[in-house]
């Protein structure tokens, strides 16, 4: 039997929640296309992205440990890949559609420039007097304008639900903009559900990255409530934490957290009496959620993680290092701009020349920042 995109959407139909996206009922694309015999409209954004530049950049772009500390930190790839597995899980659960939901986590990072939140933080203070810097908005402007791969448009002519769910993507670090999308509208289930898969995967995966590190040790966590229920569960003792109890209380950490989630989620939806999407974003709030316990929980991880990780003197060091890279970058190609490469000063034809070296330096990998800046500055090296 051969599964054809209309009996897909004739799957979605039958199985998906009433306020599930249906990628038959989508808005459509800014470009009118065919769509594909054996894929629906999600499925193919979907595989958009995975093929575009930006999406292979993410392997060389930091999440809290630069690329070259070690093989086994997470990446902003990396990281991209759990999110969408989590999410997928999440919308399995609750009756939303997978395929919306995985394109949504595979584009939400793409903007991310090199250097992780210390790069985002350095490009917007430099294009505070320019436009501004963000990088879910340079997401967007990576799947609409930024990526050439089609000759008949710029961008992905990714569907208007998909666009809409990067675009309202909101996590404790990221707040959307969402003027050209309606913003009365709350975003939909599948975009509440990348929100908390992000928020989700960088959490445990930090703290997994941090104990492996040894810049965090057990010992330093045993005030938390969210640790103390977590290491019960999985019957650890407080001995030495070795690599099969650490994977443990990883996996157990987020399955305890997609399981309170699913069901509190679960349950608002049910006392919201939403029947549609448009009912679902017409809501005063999120119908996606935690519990009030987890949520205190998950503050207090989330606190440890920014005193005892993210301002650690080691992760520290590299922000102050990154934010100089890309400042240096920054002034001495807005200051010469021939020394951009000559595809790169043909940008300017069609925004202003901040624009362009912010797009082409919210571009580059940790790897390539750093080898571009030796160039700049290091008379040894050859440009």
Excluded at 118 to 138: P, V, W
Excluded at 194 to 213: C, K, V
Aim: aromatic share 10%; net charge negative.
């Amino acid at each position: 039997m051969i599964f054809t995109r209309n009996i897909l959407e004739d799957n979605e139909e039958r199985y998906l929640a009433p306020y599930g996206i249906r990628s038959a009922h989508s808005k459509g694309r800014a470009i009118p296309e065919d769509e594909p015999e054996y894929r629906t409209a999600f499925q193919r954004d979907r595989e958009r992205i995975l093929h575009t530049t930006a999406f292979r950049r993410l392997e060389y772009k930091t999440q809290v440990f630069i690329n070259y500390e070690g093989d086994y930190y997470r990446t902003r790839l990396t990281h991209t890949l759990e999110v969408a597995q989590i999410g997928r899980s999440i919308a399995r659960a609750l009756g939303a559609n997978e395929d919306l939901v995985e394109a949504i986590c595979l584009a939400h990072d793409l903007g991310h420039p090199a250097f992780g939140h210390s790069g985002e933080t350095t490009l917007r203070d430099l294009m505070q007097d320019y436009g501004g810097f963000d990088h879910n908005k340079q997401s967007l402007r990576i799947v609409t304008k930024l990526e050439r791969r089609y000759p008949e448009f710029p961008g992905l002519n990714l569907t208007w639900e998909v666009l809409e769910g990067i675009v309202k993507h909101e996590t404790e670090y990221d707040e959307s903009d969402a003027s050209a999308y309606d913003p009365s509208l709350r975003g939909h289930l599948e975009a509440q559900i990348t929100n908390i898969a992000d928020e989700l995967a960088y959490t445990a995966h930090d703290l997994d990255d941090g104990l492996r590190s040894g810049l965090l040790i057990p010992e330093m966590l045993s005030e938390l409530d969210l640790w103390q229920t977590i290491i019960a569960s999985v019957g650890w003792q407080m001995g030495v934490l070795d690599d099969l109890y650490r994977h443990r209380i990883i996996r157990r950490l987020i399955g305890y957290e997609v399981t309170d989630y699913v069901k509190t989620t679960d349950a608002k939806l049910k006392a919201s009496g939403v029947k549609t999407v448009a009912e679902l974003q017409k809501l005063p709030y999120d119908v996606g959620g935690h519990s009030d316990e987890v949520q205190r929980q998950n503050r207090q991880l989330k606190d440890f993680l920014f005193a005892n990780m993210y301002n650690s003197y080691r992760v520290v060091r590299m922000q102050v290092k990154a934010a100089r890279i890309i400042q240096n970058l920054f002034n001495a190609y807005t200051s010469e701009p021939t020394i951009l490469p000559k595809h790169i000063q043909g940008w300017t034809e069609d925004r202003s020349l901040q624009r362009a070296v912010c797009d082409y330096i919210a571009g580059m990998t940790d790897r390539f920042a750093i080898e571009e800046h030796q160039k700049l500055f290091d008379p040894s090296v050859l440009p």
